[in-house]
C-alpha cells in the first residue's frame, strides 16, 4: 500500500461547478497537510497548508483533513477554466521534513 | 513567482554523460529540497539540505549527489546518466515551513 494514494483523472467538470478533490494516506504520523496546484511545464504551487485536522479556507478554496479517516479533502467552488491543472497533495509528520506526494489529479473545466 | 530559480531549464545529454543542476533558494530560506518527478512514479524526493547540512535521504540514487553551499545556494550532481533518468528535476525551499518549488529542470536523456 503506497503511503498516499490519489485518484489521478483526469476529472472534468463545467466552469461554476463544485470541484472535491480527495487524498486518503496510511501513515497515522502525518499531521502536516498541503494542497498543490501544478500547471503544465511549471513546478507545483503552494494552495493550502492545514496542521492537523479541521478546516481552512481561502476564497475559493477549502481544505478539509480527517485525521480519524486518514482522509483529507479540497473543494474549489465556482470553478474557473483557470483552474484546469493537476492537483497534488501532500503530507509530513514533523515541519522541516520531507513532504510524501500523492501522484496528482488531473483537473479540466470546461467553459 | 515561488522565488526559487533553477538553472538549467531544459537539458539534454546522452547515456553515460554527467550533468550538474543548480538552484537558488528564496531569499532567507535554509532548507533546500531535491524531488524528482516522472509520469509513472510522480514527485519523489531525493534529497534534503538545511543550513549546509545533510538533513534527510530519500530515494535517491548512488550515482546522485548533492550540495548546500555557504550562500545556501544547491546543486545536484547526477553521473553516468541512464535513459531512466529522464524526468523533470525540481527544487524547493522553505524557511522551515511549506515547501515552494522552483520550476524544474526538464532533464532528457538520449
Known amino acids: 500500500q503506497k503511503e498516499v494514494e490519489q485518484d489521478p483523472g483526469p476529472l472534468s467538470v463545467p466552469e461554476g461547478a463544485i470541484v472535491s478533490l480527495n487524498c486518503t494516506y496510511s501513515?497515522?504520523?502525518?499531521?502536516?497537510f498541503m494542497w498543490y496546484r501544478q500547471y503544465s511545464r511549471k513546478g507545483p504551487e503552494l494552495l493550502m497548508y492545514t496542521y492537523s485536522s479541521g478546516n481552512k479556507e481561502d476564497g475559493r478554496f477549502t481544505a478539509q483533513v480527517d485525521k480519524s479517516s486518514k482522509y483529507i479533502s479540497l473543494f474549489i467552488r465556482d470553478s474557473q477554466p483557470s483552474d484546469s491543472a493537476t492537483y497534488l497533495c501532500?503530507?509530513?509528520?514533523?515541519?522541516?521534513?520531507?513532504?510524501?506526494f500523492g501522484k496528482g489529479t488531473r483537473l479540466s473545466v470546461i467553459a | 513567482d515561488s522565488g526559487v530559480t533553477q538553472t538549467p531549464k531544459h537539458l539534454i545529454t546522452a547515456t553515460g554523460q554527467r550533468v550538474t543542476l543548480r538552484c537558488s533558494p528564496r531569499?532567507?530560506?535554509?532548507?533546500v529540497y531535491w524531488y524528482q518527478q516522472s509520469l509513472d512514479q510522480g514527485l519523489q524526493f531525493l534529497i534534503q539540505?538545511?543550513?549546509?547540512?545533510?538533513?534527510a535521504k530519500g530515494n535517491i540514487l548512488e550515482r546522485f549527489s548533492a550540495q548546500q553551499f555557504p550562500d545556501l545556494h544547491s546543486e545536484l550532481n547526477l553521473s553516468s546518466l541512464e535513459l531512466g533518468d529522464s524526468a523533470l528535476y525540481f527544487c524547493a525551499s522553505s524557511e522551515p515551513g511549506p515547501l515552494h518549488f522552483g520550476n524544474g529542470t526538464r532533464l532528457t536523456v538520449t
Open positions: 531569499s532567507g530560506d535554509l532548507s
Open positions: 501513515n497515522s504520523a502525518f499531521q502536516y
Open positions: 501532500a503530507m509530513s509528520a514533523k515541519g522541516n521534513t520531507p513532504l510524501v
Open positions: 539540505y538545511y543550513n549546509g547540512e545533510e538533513r
